[in-house]
């Protein structure tokens, strides 16, 4: 069983920025892929941003030069710094993977959401 603990939402004044990270734990074998998605009222979830194993990065076009995403791979977490925010980054922010457990299955699995609310 595969464990996604996120934290670091809140509430932040526009041009502010947070820290989200998400502590990925279980029976692991490998990370290929970690990512960060969003989802706000009546909307699909989608992409913020990814990094793969190698780490290359891929960003959402509306949040490249503003986002950063990283991952620490002694520790299988993943972390986005979140600079310059805006009124329209305000959302439930959820970690994710794609990974590959210690029986040899592949599979997807999702952090629970953390809140992410930026004032204007």
């Known amino acids: 069983q595969v464990q996604l603990v996120e934290s670091g939402g809140g509430l932040v004044q526009a041009g502010g920025s947070l820290r989200l990270s998400c502590a990925v734990s279980?029976?692991?074998?490998?990370?290929?892929?970690m990512g960060w998605y969003r989802q706000t009222p009546g909307n699909e979830r989608e992409l913020v941003a990814v990094v793969m194993s190698g780490g290359i990065t891929n960003y959402a076009d509306s949040v490249k030069g503003r986002f950063t995403i990283s991952r620490d791979n002694a520790k299988n977490t993943v972390y986005l710094q979140m600079n310059s925010l805006k009124p329209e980054d305000t959302a439930v922010y959820y970690c994710?993977?794609?990974?590959?457990?210690?029986?040899?299955?592949?599979?997807?699995?999702w952090g629970q959401g953390t809140q992410v609310t930026v004032s204007s």
């Open positions: 279980g029976s692991i074998l490998s990370i290929n892929a």
């Open positions: 994710n993977t794609d990974l590959r457990t210690r029986l040899g299955v592949r599979q997807i699995d």
